[in-house]
């Protein structure tokens, strides 16, 4: 029997996009603010993290993030989130290797946490129902990642177990509270270094290349 997983998971911001951090620096470098300066206020700050994961759960909608983060950057509230990754574009090879695991008869699925979803929406223009098996954002399920319980409901839409998936994420944490579960994890750092790994775990080309 193959030892190859059949299932995989992917991360949504920082894997399917450009990488998160460079997208905020250069938000700070637009409005004239410290480097660091975001991290320090959101996510190094205990009420900043509080507000990001009531919105990742959906307890607070975007906008009212948008208001109540601004003062702490010393900012207009205005599209903030939207503003923070305007810079944020499709990561076209890990895009292209969902779509090769996909034909190669690999079952894909999205499940990320979500900065919400109005007045900007992150999954704009990635079209994730038609492409993907399976979507679960963690406001609309009340639930965010590293919880077991999202990890379980991306597993039932596939109709797999863990230990028939890979979860690939740019957060280690994540990756880490998958592999507790039962998938084989990879953290996401370099594009070609996470196609590699998940060439092997899948057993299919994920390249056009060969």
Not at 113 to 139: K, T
Request: charged share 20%; proline share 4%.
């Amino acid at each position: 029997m193959s030892s190859h997983r059949t299932g995989l998971v992917l991360d949504f911001g920082g894997v399917l996009t450009t990488p998160l951090l460079p997208a905020v620096l250069a938000f700070e470098q637009r409005e004239g603010l410290a480097q660091g300066a975001c991290i320090n206020a959101l996510h190094m700050d205990a009420d900043g993290v509080r507000l990001t994961h009531e919105l990742e759960c959906g307890q607070i909608t975007q906008a009212e993030w948008n208001a109540a983060a601004a003062p702490k950057l010393g900012v207009s509230p205005d599209n903030l989130m939207g503003r923070i990754f305007a810079d944020l574009r499709p990561e076209r090879a890990m895009v292209a290797a969902a779509a090769a695991a996909k034909r190669g008869g690999i079952k894909v699925g999205i499940l990320s946490n979500s900065v919400g979803l109005a007045p900007w929406n992150l999954y704009d223009g990635y079209d994730l129902d038609a492409l993907y098996h399976g979507v679960v954002i963690s406001e609309l399920v009340g639930m965010r990642k590293p919880e077991p319980g999202i990890f379980e409901a991306m597993l039932k839409l596939l109709g797999l177990a863990a230990e028939e998936c890979v979860f690939v994420d740019d957060t280690e944490e994540y990756v880490q509270a998958a592999e507790a579960l039962g998938f084989a994890g990879v953290h996401a750092t370099q594009p070609e270094q996470t196609i590699f790994r998940l060439e092997a775990l899948l057993g299919v080309s994920l390249t056009d290349s060969h």
